[in-house]
């Protein structure tokens, strides 16, 4: 297993970090009372997750490791838009997305913005326990302000839930892409975190991939095949991978993806 860090020696440019574990979900946000109403459900589902990331030290390590991975764009001391993307549904993404998203706002002085890029598969509002609208696709169609969309959930720690779509999710998001959303954000110096699309199931997730700075692959080990990673991140190009993310791996890898991290 290879990975870089914030620190010290940038890997060398296509080199792919290699990161393993296995990241339960759903998962609800650590952190203090919100800004807005959670409701009944999402304050215990608040509340649960912050006991989990309490007791459990090697859950809130993972993640940690899982961003400091990543090497910081030349000349900036943080890393302003970090995508989270696999090449299929069902890898975990959107678990890793707000699992990593909670640590870096508890971990780093400045504020961090979980947007839900996935907008035909919304799952951040039932993660979190927050209504699922209005969303980034309401404030694409021009139905609400940015500020009404932005849920805070924890401190520092806020989030973009996808909205509601209405089928429409490939324009909104060719719209998305082009929206400049960080600057949207009111130069708040806050760190994006993009739960993408996944690439294979979708026309637009490689697209999707362009709004981020840095890449985290998730690979649901035992589920998907080799096949279908090799071809996602062919897809990818010329964007990289910065991070492989092996949910649920087991010890035993495939030579090709081993031979990536060398």
């Not at 001391?77 to 997305?97: K, L």
């Not at 092996?246 to 990536?260: H, S």
Request: with cysteine.
């Amino acid at each position: 297993m290879s990975h870089g860090s914030f620190k010290g020696e940038a890997p060398r440019r296509g080199r792919l970090g290699l990161l393993h574990g296995h990241f339960p979900g759903p998962l609800a946000s650590d952190g203090s009372r919100p800004s807005g109403s959670l409701g009944a459900t999402g304050e215990r589902q608040t509340r649960g997750f912050k006991r989990t990331l309490r007791h459990s030290e090697q859950l809130i390590e993972q993640y940690r490791r899982i961003y400091l991975s990543l090497r910081r764009p030349d000349g900036q001391s943080y890393i302003p838009g970090i995508g989270i993307t696999s090449a299929r549904e069902d890898e975990g993404r959107t678990t890793v997305a707000v699992g990593m998203g909670a640590t870096m706002a508890a971990d780093l002085e400045r504020p961090v913005v979980l947007a839900e890029v996935d907008l035909a598969h919304p799952g951040v509002h039932r993660a979190l326990g927050i209504a699922p609208r209005p969303g980034i696709s309401e404030y694409l169609r021009q139905e609400c302000d940015l500020s009404a969309a932005l849920r805070q959930v924890a401190e520092r720690f806020f989030v973009l839930p996808a909205g509601d779509a209405g089928g429409d999710a490939a324009r909104l998001i060719r719209q998305l892409v082009n929206a400049d959303l960080r600057s949207r954000l009111g130069g708040s110096g806050a760190i994006l975190v993009l739960d993408l699309p996944p690439i294979l199931a979708t026309s637009y997730g490689t697209a999707a991939c362009a709004m981020a700075e840095a890449l985290i692959f998730v690979v649901r080990a035992g589920r998907t095949t080799d096949d279908a990673v090799r071809e996602a991140l062919a897809r990818l190009s010329p964007l990289t991978a910065d991070t492989i993310v092996l949910n649920g791996a087991q010890p035993q890898l495939p030579r090709w993806l081993v031979k990536l991290v060398r």
